[in-house]
């Protein structure tokens, strides 16, 4: 197990600085030195290059920062597997994006619970950026987003593949004809806000298509996505998301697929975890299970 100087490593990458790691430490600026001294001794490397105000980690400052990420994430997690273990009771904790949280997991978990019924979770949702800062801390065993991330930083698997589609009220003068970009930035665009993976995925295929948010007159930013759905269908603007996340309000009628020239995209839902986990494997089977159970939904089976 690692002891205590590594936590205040970890708390000195993720701070950015001597001062602020002392203060949420509780310790003096000092001793944080000195921890770091010890580690550098320790393990005969330079782990943080001083030399410019910023704190900045050496390639061997980063290597320790992730095996020291995953081993404290996998201590916090020891006491409740070895529990789960013990009671053949399968329980995990993780987290999604609002996406996969609302639209995905909710049918998945029933099934599972219908035929296990002592199994026991936590789901969080949240955006990427805030699972990811969670499952670095070792609050969370794994996450599944939609939203970017460096897969170098993080071991992952493919989920599913979804289709990423604009859509309007069945009402709108888009709808039930082929249109071109250009044509629906003269409409109200609805869209999340800053830090979700959705707004994050949009905003890269404007960019693909050499358009950005500016190219829209009207821009309304709304962090629900059901407030959304409900906007878009009554026919105050359109908006882009996840098939899946619309499938419903699609096939009642509600919502019309907008068909753009040309447009075709698919994004990648990921189920993310820490690398060289120590529970890799446990992680993994129940990554096949809520695979298998949503490859089941969406055949209808």
């Known amino acids: 197990m690692l002891d205590f100087r590594h936590e205040t490593f970890l708390t000195l990458c993720s701070t950015g600085s001597f001062t602020k790691a002392a203060e ?132 992952s698997s493919l989920f599913s593949l979804e289709n990423f589609v604009p859509v309007c009220s069945p009402k709108s003068e888009f709808a039930n004809r082929e249109v071109t970009f250009q044509d629906i930035t003269k409409s109200r665009l609805i869209l999340r806000e800053q830090g979700s993976g959705t707004r994050e995925i949009f905003e890269n295929i404007l960019q693909k298509n050499n358009y950005s948010l500016h190219a829209f007159d009207r821009v309304i930013e709304i962090g629900n996505m059901a407030a959304i759905k409900k906007m878009v269908s009554k026919g105050l603007g359109i908006t882009f998301l996840f098939e899946v996340a619309a499938k419903k309000e699609i096939e009642d009628g509600k919502l019309s697929v907008i068909n753009i020239s040309g447009f075709s995209e698919q994004r990648e839902f990921n189920f993310v975890l820490l690398k060289n986990s120590f529970f890799r494997n446990r992680y993994m089977k129940i990554y096949e299970l809520l695979k298998q159970t949503f490859n089941e939904i969406k055949s209808g089976s």
């Open 24 to 155: 949420m430490l509780h310790i003096t600026q000092p001793a944080v030195s000195q921890h770091i001294k010890y580690l550098e001794e320790l393990y005969e490397c330079k782990l943080v290059d001083i030399t410019s105000r910023s704190i900045k980690l050496t390639p061997q400052g980063e290597l320790l920062k992730q095996f020291a990420t995953t081993v404290f994430s996998d201590a916090k997690h020891l006491k409740e597997n070895i529990r789960s273990v013990k009671t053949s009771t399968m329980q995990f904790s993780f987290g999604a994006t609002l996406s996969v949280g609302e639209y995905v997991m909710p049918e998945i978990l029933s099934r599972l619970l219908a035929r296990h019924p002592k199994m026991k979770f936590h789901m969080s949702v949240a955006n990427t950026q805030v699972l990811l800062e969670r499952l670095n801390s070792g609050e969370l065993d794994f996450i599944v987003v939609e939203g970017l991330f460096d897969k170098s930083e993080y071991d």
